[in-house]
C-alpha cells in the first residue's frame, strides 16, 4: 500500500528486496525463539509428568502397596506432630494439647499424650513421634484386620489412583495458568523462564503434598465393619474415577509437548474461522471473506 504499486507488479528496485529479505529473517530468528521458549517451558511440565508416570505404573504394578501407604501415613503424622512438637525442642515448647486435640477430632486416634509425660517426665520429641506413628499404625492395622489385607489394599489402590489423577488434572491447569502470565515478571527485572521453573516446581510438591495427606486422610479415616463394606467402597471409588483419563500408551514420546499446554490460550478474540474454499484464491488486498470489511491480509490472511 504505501509504495503504490499494482497488485501483482514484480519488486525489481534492489533496496526494496533487500528490505524484505531483511524483514523475513527477523520474523523467522523471532518464530524461532517463540518456538524455543515454547520447548523451554514444556520441559518443565514433561519432567513432572515423567514422574506422575512412574508413580502412577509402580502403583500399578506393584502388588503390595502396604509400604507405600505406610510411608505416606507416617510422612503426614510426622509433619502433624512437627507443627505441635518442633523437632530438637524443650518441653516448653509443646503444644500437647494441641496435638491431642487435632489427633482425636481429625483423625479418630484417642492418645493420652500428657498423661505420658506426666508418667515419663524424660520423654523427648523423639519419643512423643514414635507414640503417635505408632497409635496411627495401630489404628491402620485394625482395619485391615476387619476386612484383610487384600481387600483393603484394593480400595487402597483404587483411593490412590483416583487422588493422582484427579490432582494432576487440577495441576496441569494451573501451570497452564501460570505460563499465561508469567512474561509479566520481566517488569519487575525477574526471568520468566527461571520464575516459572520455580513456582512450577513448588506447585508440583505442593500437589505431592495434597495426594499424600487425601489418600491418609481417607484411608485412615474410613469406616468399616465388614468385607462386604470395603469391597462396596472399593467398588464406588472405581465407577466415579475418571475413565477418559490415559496416563501412557503405545506411541507416547516423553520429548513431545505435553497437549494440555500447547492449547491456545483464550485471548478475546471472537474472530471465526471462515473456511475459504480450495478452488477460489483470495488476493491479499481482497476483502476478507468473513465480512469484516477488512483486507483479508489484515483479518484471516494473519492466520493463513
Known sequence: DRLKMPEGEPIEAG??????????RKVEARNFDMRKQLLEYDDVANDQRKVIYQQR?????TTDISD????????????????????????????????????ASEWQIELPLGEMLAAEPNLT??????????????????????????????FERSVMLQSVDS????????????????????????????EYKREAFELFAQMLDMIKNDVTKLVMTVRIQSREEIDAADLAMQQSHVENVHYQHADYDPNAAPE??????????????????????????????CGSGRKYKQCHGKLA
Not at 57 to 61: D, F, K, S, Y
Not at 90 to 103: S, Y
Open 167 to 194: 490432582h494432576w488434572r487440577e495441576h496441569l491447569a494451573a501451570l497452564d495458568h501460570l505460563r499465561q502470565g508469567i512474561h509479566l515478571r520481566g517488569y519487575a527485572q525477574k526471568n520468566p523462564k527461571q
Open 57 to 61: 505404573n509402580e502403583l500399578l504394578e
Open 260 to 289: 494440555e499446554l500447547l492449547a491456545p490460550a483464550d485471548t478475546g478474540d471472537e474472530r471465526v474461522n471462515v473456511p475459504v474454499s480450495a478452488g477460489v484464491k483470495v488476493g491479499r488486498n481482497d476483502p476478507c471473506p
Open 15 to 24: 533496496i526494496v528486496s533487500r528490505s524484505i529479505e531483511s524483514a523475513q
Open 125 to 154: 520429641d523423639e519419643d512423643l513421634l514414635e507414640r503417635v506413628l505408632g497409635a496411627a499404625d495401630a489404628v491402620y492395622q485394625l482395619k485391615i484386620d476387619v476386612v484383610g489385607k487384600e481387600a483393603f489394599g484394593g
Open 68 to 103: 507405600m501407604i505406610a510411608s505416606l501415613r507416617h510422612g503426614v503424622f510426622t509433619d502433624l506432630v512437627r507443627t505441635f512438637v518442633p523437632a530438637e525442642s524443650v518441653e516448653e515448647q509443646w503444644d500437647v494439647k494441641g496435638l491431642e486435640a487435632t489427633l
